[in-house]
RNA sequence: CGGGGCAUAGCGCAGCCUGGUAGCGCAUCUGGUUUGGGACCAGAGGGUCGCAAGUUCAAAUCUUGCUGCCCCGACCA
């Protein structure tokens, strides 16, 4: 892409309502515009992220076995009447009638919709056990929005769901999916801590919450520092590898400020490894067996021919949220950094030549090359001043820089990566050194 | 929903107290100079001052009502 033909809308300022930084950031580098209170639109830059995001999440659902379809985010009373939870679920629903006057709400979750899906297509113990997942636009009637895309009304949101024939099999679904959070947020660079949470308005009795230690995080977390040096890289999906890594964040005492017993985290945890701090929850899951397949008159058949309610579980990770968890957890007050693995450009090339001048050929093959080789670069080829276009590009986090201006011989170009020394590279150490780090970055 | 605040050009703000028909910086457009860390000169465009009513010869400014947005709390991916 180039710049020049981009909608790329950057803000030198903060806007006033904007408090915390990746609001800010997002603001500024032009990711999100507000249309609402807590209803966003997402700019060409912000989209790509957030894209990248969804498809990390994706294959690593599809990676631990769960298989995609979409349900649509307008959903009939109906379903949520037999559930039970039309009156439970309150005023945070956002409730719409059609002009036949039949009452149709704006999905906040799924659980209703794909109990239904599963009741009218599913029999058999044969299929068990199911995980199915839809990446969807959810709607839920916030009392108070705020920090951006944190806590926004409108919002994405992988939710998956499991159905499994006895409470076993389901714990295995439920275990899988932990891992699968795991090795997700891994790749999103992010340290995520499981801890035990409260269920609520889902219902159930198992449920873990995904958190990433921010100070700007909403709820009030007490944990073992041990946490924050369990490895998580290369992890399988079999089932020792599960067992062991879940065995591993049991060991430690961590808790959000619901389910905090002080005397127990006293006695559990030595002085020096107390942490009590903030966290910003990205992820949740729920296991909460026949809740919904019992009200919902879900029945399977099973071996010896009994009928019996599924045994299920729900797993929701916020993607429209991780742009913002990412930017709190990365950026250090200087530049943003995106991991490689959503950055929305692979690769920022910043030409300081005129139109048409020699540095201006250069930036340009060097664009069209690194196009060819799929590294998705952008190209500044305005003609603003050298600084600002420094600037721009620090503000947006685009990881690795080449910077091509009249300092440098014919194959020599500055290779910079964010908050590292420059280096002067020939073009195809360039290509040898982004094709690696993204190759790799793809592997895992 | 309770408490607090704000609303003037795309963004950041001043003007309001003491009423006289709107201004600054950045951004945008034109011409020229400049080009390695937010440049310079000259010119230009852009606002029914959130909406409505009231007071007044006259309202961004005073009064009342409404709406929107932000912050703190209870709730959540």
């Known amino acids: 892409m180039k710049l020049s033909n981009y909608f790329l809308p950057i803000l030198k300022e903060n806007p006033a309502e904007a408090k915390i930084k ?11 515009r507000q249309s609402a209170s807590g209803i966003y639109s997402w700019l060409p830059l912000g989209l ?3 894209k990248n995001i969804e498809n990390v999440v994706r294959d690593e659902q599809n990676k631990a076995g769960a298989i995609e379809l979409l349900m649509p985010t307008i ?4 379903i949520w009447k037999e559930s039970g939870r039309y009156d439970d679920y309150g005023k945070e629903m956002l409730r719409i009638n059609d002009r036949h006057e ?15 899906i599963f009741k009218d297509n599913v029999k058999s113990y044969k299929n068990l056990p199911l995980i199915l997942y839809h990446i969807q636009w959810k709607f839920r009637d916030e009392v108070r929005p705020r920090f951006g895309v944190m806590r926004c009304r409108e919002f994405l949101m992988k939710d998956t769901y499991s159905f499994d024939e006895d409470k076993v099999s389901a714990e295995n679904s439920y275990k899988k999916m932990f891992l699968s959070y795991l090795k997700t947020f891994e790749r999103l660079e992010l340290k995520a801590i499981p801890m035990k949470a ?3 308005p889902i219902g159930g009795d198992l449920s873990h919450e995904f958190i990433i230690l921010a100070d700007t995080g909403e709820s009030e977390v007490f944990l073992d520092k041990n946490l924050l040096n369990i490895e998580t890289k290369n992890l399988d999906y ?16 961590s808790a959000t400020d619901e389910k905090h017993n002080i005397e127990e985290f006293e006695k559990q945890v ?15 899951i729920f296991y909460f067996g026949d809740k919904y397949s019992k009200s919902m008159k879900a029945f399977i058949n099973t071996k010896d021919g009994k009928n019996i309610n599924p045994q299920m579980g729900s797993y929701g990770i916020g993607v429209s949220r991780l742009p913002a968890a990412i930017i709190e957890a990365k950026y250090n007050n200087e530049y943003m950094k995106w991991p490689t693995s959503i950055t929305p450009f692979k690769v920022a090339i910043i030409s300081l030549g005129k139109n048409e001048d020699n540095i201006y050929k250069k930036s340009n093959d060097l664009y069209e090359f690194l196009k060819k080789n799929n590294l998705d670069p952008i190209l500044d080829d305005t003609s603003e001043n050298p600084s600002s276009k420094f600037k721009n590009f620090d503000l947006i986090g685009i990881p690795f820089q080449v910077i091509i201006g009249s300092k440098l011989k014919d194959n020599e170009y500055e290779f ?6 420059k280096e002067i590279l020939s073009k195809d150490q360039i290509i040898n050194r982004l094709k690696e780090i993204y190759a790799i970055d793809q592997q895992s």
């Open 75 to 78: 959903q009939s009373a109906d």
């Open 22 to 32: 990746s609001h800010q950031l997002m603001l500024r580098s032009g990711m999100i």
């Open 416 to 421: 910079k990566e964010l908050g590292k020394d």
């Open 102 to 116: 039949r009452e149709l709400l704006y999905g906040p979750t799924n659980e209703e919709l794909i109990t239904q």
């Open 238 to 253: 079999n089932q020792k590898n599960i067992d062991k890594i879940i065995s591993k964040f049991s060991k430690y005492y």
């Open 198 to 200: 409260e269920t609520g």
């Open 270 to 284: 030595d002085k020096k490894n107390q942490l009590n701090t903030r966290g910003i929850e990205i992820g949740h």
């Open 48 to 50: 790509k992220v957030l």
